[in-house]
């Protein structure tokens, strides 16, 4: 099935019948991602399969698949990164309801529920929460992990060599006056 961008939903109408959807999103029509993601006109698929879960809520799961123009963090070359998400929401019909909910890392998330429920958004958001912070190519975090560290200096290894950056410069202007005479 077709998506529109920014196309609303009735989530509770989808639980209650057991639907499906699914379809292709361009990044080019998320506003929020990246610049270099939204500029490569990207597809990614998805799928939200609604039902009522076993405790009686209306809830869904959002699958995401498509591959991302992201830039390698260790080499600047371009990377095609994965995209695979799976996630598992429930609905709840009040703000009230949701601020109710007890911290939990769960494997399903609750979602202010609504007849016309953002799509979109929540698969931006999902797209948004997998981008990796650093991405990089399989090889070269592999060399990166295989080849020996460069240690930085410590703060004391600095001092020991250069007593303070004051006195080298006041060694560099004496020397300066030395051959600059007026």
Excluded at 107 to 119: A, K, N, V, Y
Aim: charged share 25%.
């Amino acid at each position: 099935m077709a998506f529109e961008a920014n196309r609303n939903v009735n989530v509770y109408e989808l639980a209650r019948r057991g639907d499906e959807l699914g379809g292709e999103l361009q990044t080019t029509d998320l506003s929020r991602l990246p610049s270099e993601v939204r500029a490569s006109a990207a597809s990614v698929r998805y799928r939200l399969c609604a039902a009522i879960d076993e405790r009686g809520r209306p809830a869904a799961t959002v699958t995401l698949a498509g591959n991302l123009p992201l830039i390698c963090d260790l080499c600047g070359d371009a990377i095609a990164w994965p995209l695979q998400v799976t996630r598992h929401y429930f609905f709840v019909a009040s703000e009230v309801a949701l601020h109710a909910l007890p911290i939990d890392v769960a494997e399903e998330e609750g979602l202010l529920g609504s007849e016309e429920f953002d799509l979109t958004s929540l698969i931006e958001d999902d797209i948004i929460l997998a981008l990796p912070v650093a991405p990089r190519h399989p090889s070269c975090q592999a060399e990166r992990d295989a080849g020996p560290s460069i240690a930085r200096p410590s703060l004391a290894d600095n001092r020991v060599r250069h007593k303070s950056s004051f006195a080298a410069l006041a060694t560099w202007s004496v020397g300066r006056n030395k051959t600059h005479k007026n």
